[in-house]
Structure formats: C-alpha cells, structure tokens
C-alpha cells in the first residue's frame, strides 16, 4: 500500500523557516505586578523570547491573545474575571497556533492534568519559574509537553492509576493526598473542594475499592506508585 506525502508549498516552507529564525512572541499574564516584572526580565534576556504584551486578568488575556496572536501564552492558573481552565480550552480552539505554559503555586498532579486536558502543553510552578519557565516556553514553541519536575512523577502515576480501577482523576487524587496522611479538611483546602465534597469522594474510593480502612488504602497507593515507597 503506497503513502499519501503531502509536499509543503513554497510559502508553506518560507514561513517555517522564518518562524523557526524569529524570536518566540509571548503573552505573559499573572495578576500579581512584582512577580510578572520579575519574570519579564527573566524572558527579556534571552535572544529568542520576545514578550509582546502582559495581561493581570482573564478577560485581558483573552483580548491581547486575540489581537497579538502569540507563539506562547504564560497564564497563571489562578486570574480574575473566570476560570482559567475554561479560558485554556476556549483560546485553544479560537487560536490554535497559541501554546499555552501554565504558571501555578498548586502541585497537585489533578491540576496539571486538568489543564492539560483543556490544551495547556506546560505547567510550571511559580517558585520554579525562574528555573524551569523559559524551558517550558521553549518546549511549548515546538508543541512539546513539560511539566515541573515535582509534578511529573505524580502526573504519571495520575494517568496510569485513572480509570484501571474505576476511580475518577478526582477520586484518585483524593485517594493519593489520603495515602499521604492528609485529613479531610487538608485535602478540601488543596483541592479548593468542601469537606463535604471530600467525604462523598473518600466513600466513593471505599466503595470501588472495595478497601475499608487507611492502611489499605496506603497500600492500594503504592502499589499503583501513587506515593513513594
């Protein structure tokens, strides 16, 4: 069975190679001023970053992406005016040949794949920003996934452990924080949910589990390699 190769046109390759040449443009959009002044310096050092506008709220985000049309958007995870998951998913179909780096102080694994999920090709934590920030905008500008080092190993366990036993991403990430020796209340306030909320997800994972005390569910955990040895 022959392939279907389909040939680049002339204009197709000239603009490859001019983007391949020119600097990445990035819009860069945290709410807090010192943090985003900070990390505009750190970007407007380098040779091959260009920060073409800033943005301290989503409806701005939404506006300077549609009007300057970047390579990378840098988004914190947490901006006014919406839902930054949902304003992920709406950019990502509106203005595909935006990537976009999340930016975030939350190391849980489920809010790394949730933004995944919604088109994000990075997360970055905010305390390694300065380390890890242009890599991740670098990788981003090639459609590459990255993710903080700190997030990745429980992000791959996350995807592996989803769905083999039943549980939800939720229902196991609530499951991972349980094995880890969290309460209730601790896991409501990582996760933003209600106490409440909280309860009806450990009873959900003793039910599908069919797991009834701690000591099993830790065991359960490493086993899947949800926590560490």
């Known amino acids: 069975m022959s392939a279907r190769l389909r040939l680049a046109s002339v204009s197709e390759s000239a603009e490859s190679s001019s983007r391949a040449h020119s600097p990445i443009t990035v819009v860069l959009a945290d709410d807090h001023t010192t943090l985003r002044r900070s990390l ?5 050092s380098e040779a091959d970053v260009d920060v073409v506008a800033e943005a301290s709220d ?9 009007g300057r049309l970047p390579r990378v958007l840098v988004l914190d995870l ?3 005016n919406g839902s930054s998951v949902n304003t992920i998913r709406r950019l990502r179909a509106q203005v595909p040949g935006t990537e976009i780096v999340v930016m975030t102080m939350e190391e849980s694994p489920l809010f790394a794949q949730q933004a ?4 994000a090709v990075g997360f970055v934590l905010k305390d390694n920003a300065d380390s ?5 905008i670098r990788h981003a500008a090639n459609g590459e996934e990255y993710v903080s080092a700190r997030v990745a190993a429980g992000l791959d366990a996350l ?3 989803v769905g083999g036993d039943g549980l939800s991403p939720r229902e196991t990430e609530v499951l991972r924080l ?10 409501a306030a990582k996760l933003h949910l209600s106490r409440r909320t909280v309860e009806t997800h450990r009873a959900r994972i003793h039910r599908k589990l069919g797991l009834t005390t701690r000591a099993e569910l830790v065991r359960f955990a490493l086993g899947r390699r949800l926590i560490g040895a």
């Open 116 to 119: 995944i999920d919604a088109g």
């Open 159 to 161: 995807r592996r452990a």
């Open 58 to 66: 989503l409806s701005t985000v939404v506006r300077q992406v549609h």
């Open 40 to 44: 505009r310096r750190l970007l407007d």
């Open 178 to 187: 349980i094995a880890l020796g969290y309460t209730s209340v601790e896991i």
């Open 78 to 80: 947490r901006l006014p």
């Open 132 to 136: 890890e920030l242009l890599t991740a």
